[in-house]
């Protein structure tokens, strides 16, 4: 079965860091794109970042040089390391799979974890 | 970066009715590599979200054919041809052309 699991979320102070995981079955992460995803509560959804199959990283300017995305082949998992974290930077954190151009979903996201929260506030 | 606008253009929905949502982009999202990659997504109550349609027009895996997608360039539109209780929720479209990817600002639908 195809799925993303996200761990790590936690409460957290202003200025403290956190990571979260993203445990992947059903295919390889390091074949397709994956992006983390984040919805502040009763907001929209905010793009964050993204690792290319090639392992070009992308950065939202909210969090560039703050954020760092990457992955371990060999555990076939998605990390995203957050630092100096802000309130604003409370949320829901999605791990998203990016469907290959030519199949199903194209170009698109269409695997998506459960999430998981992270607050931050003193 | 694109600006992804939402609007809803009729809300709420009687149960069985049709329903249509709007999304425009600041800038073409057609890629380089002639796809035009603008998705559909619904996010249900407490639920992450969920894949509708993909490339405009494209149903996804699963999706009920009640679910359309059309436009082109900057003009794009979600349409639900009868609208079923499970359908409530919150519908955004994205672009995934160029990065940063954006979404819209979402668009409840809510039922009369």
């Known amino acids: 079965e195809v799925q993303l699991v996200e761990t790590g979320g936690n409460l957290i102070q202003p200025g403290g860091s956190l990571r979260l995981s993203c445990a992947a079955s059903g295919f390889i992460v390091s074949s397709d794109y994956m992006s983390w995803v984040r919805q502040a509560p009763g907001k929209a959804l905010e793009w964050v970042s993204a690792?290319?199959?090639?392992?070009?990283?992308h950065y939202a300017d909210s969090v560039k040089g703050r954020f760092t995305i990457s992955r371990d082949n060999f555990k076939n998992t998605l990390y995203l390391q957050m630092s100096s974290l802000r309130a604003d930077d409370t949320a829901v954190y999605y791990c998203v799979r990016e469907a290959a151009v030519a199949g199903q979903g194209g170009g698109a996201f269409d695997i998506w974890g459960q999430g998981t929260m992270v607050t931050v506030s003193s | 970066d694109i600006v992804m606008t939402q609007t809803l253009l009729s809300s709420p929905v009687t149960l069985g009715q049709p329903a249509s949502i709007s999304c425009r982009s600041s800038q073409s999202l057609v890629h380089s590599d002639r796809n035009t990659y603008l998705s559909w997504l619904q996010q249900r109550p407490g639920q992450p979200p969920r894949l509708l349609i993909y490339?405009?027009?494209n149903r996804f895996s699963g999706v009920p054919d009640r679910f359309s997608g059309s436009g082109a360039g900057t003009d794009f539109t979600l349409k639900i041809s009868r609208v079923e209780a499970e359908d409530v929720g919150v519908y955004y479209c994205?672009?995934?052309?160029?990065?940063?990817?954006?979404f819209g600002q979402g668009t409840k639908l809510e039922i009369k």
């Open positions: 994205m672009q995934t052309t160029q990065f940063p990817y954006t």
């Open positions: 490339k405009i027009s």
């Open positions: 690792i290319l199959d090639d392992g070009t990283k």
